[in-house]
């Protein structure tokens, strides 16, 4: 039978299927881990209510957590209380995020992030809409380069 | 008194209908204007315009889903059959979200019109005694906050512009003034009973008053003139009165599902 402690350290195995170097731990979507007797309960916050990725992660944690006693039954509920917003993303998970070249979100709405590759402060929005729900991209006017940043909600 | 979920919403037939009448109208906009938005990947004049839209009809579908999963656990159909089997009069959208899209500046113009009558809507369901909506609600508020950052910008942009792009816009206001009406209607959802159980904190009059302060402010700033009293068409979509548009967008959405029904994809 696992663990509590367990399930975490597989779940940072469990990796955001758009941003495979962070986990979903790092990205602050796991609510809760209740293991019960012959049952797993996990409960995930979605970043985006229409995040496609999320059947995928379902797949991903129950493969992950029913690896070392396949007899172990994994329920995964997504949950909107408390909704997830980018402050749950952790210290690891935002460095992790900016190495992939992806500014984490900033404080504000209408605060822009630096740009991850020269951590220039002052960036342009290039577009509040990026390559998936959760990502918008800016224009770097110092390394001009253009780069993807997590979106504060 | 909150209801915590919808075993306990069942218990109470008045709640319960009215809950699920409400809910089918919020899940048939976003699924509606979601598929609209959709039409416009390849088409928009940049390509910033093009993510922006299929990223924006990601998001309504993505709340489209989340209201007919909240409608299947209150007793009705699975999400797809109440997404891609219902026919035209069987839908409870605003007629103002059905329309085909036009041009660029009467796609834009409508989603914003519709946003902000969105994001009201959506303030009076932040306390709803629904919790279940209520959670969903807290998280769709934040990720609409975007869609009408983006589509107020653009407004106010053709607006400033003159000429051509402000031609266009000022078209498309003459061309949707006549098209909003149902939006502030509440149908067969009884406004009453909405509001006497806490599902809503405000009724169809205060979002009307409220929606008309909001626009009024962006026209202002696109400066273009208020086109006045919205017109009574005779028709409620929320009734399932719709236009043929709805029935031509349906026959192209469904397309796929109707091919073989009790398929999983």
Known sequence: MVTEAECWKRLQEVKDPEIPTVSVVEMGMVKRVKVMPGRVHVEMMPTFVGCPALDLIRKQVVRQLSEPDASVEVE?????????????????????LKEFGIAPPGSQLDELPSCPYCGEEKGQVENLFGPTACRAIYYCTRCRQPFEGMKKV | ?????????????????????????LADDELTLGHRDSEWLG????????VAFSS?????????AFYFELLHELGEPDPDRLAFARKSHERRNAKLVEQENGDWAYSILRHTLYDIFDGIRLEAMRQSSYLPLRHGVAKIQREEAYHLLHMKTWVVRM??????????????????????DDLFSFGDA???????????????????????????VVFGQAGLLWPGEIPLSGRDGRLGQHDP?????????TEVYRLDPVARW
């Open chain 1, 76 to 96: 995964v509920d997504f949950v909107f209380d408390p909704p997830w917003t980018s402050e749950r993303i952790t210290a690891e998970g935002a460095r992790k």
């Open chain 2, 1 to 25: 008194m909150d209801i915590k979920d919808a075993h306990q919403a069942r218990e109470h037939p008045t709640y319960h209908q009215a809950l699920v009448r409400w809910i089918t109208q």
């Open chain 2, 43 to 50: 088409l928009c004049p940049d390509i910033e315009g093009d």
């Open chain 2, 56 to 64: 924006i009809a990601q998001d309504e579908v993505g709340h489209a």
């Open chain 2, 159 to 180: 607006g400033k512009a003159g000429g051509e792009a402000r031609q266009y816009l000022e078209e498309a206001a003459v061309r949707l003034w006549p098209q909003l």
């Open chain 2, 190 to 216: 009884d406004e009453e009973t909405l509001l006497r159980f806490g599902i809503i904190a405000f009724g169809s009059a205060e979002c009307q008053k409220r929606w008309e302060e909001q626009v009024k």
């Open chain 2, 245 to 253: 548009a709805l029935a031509q967008l349906l026959k192209t959405m």
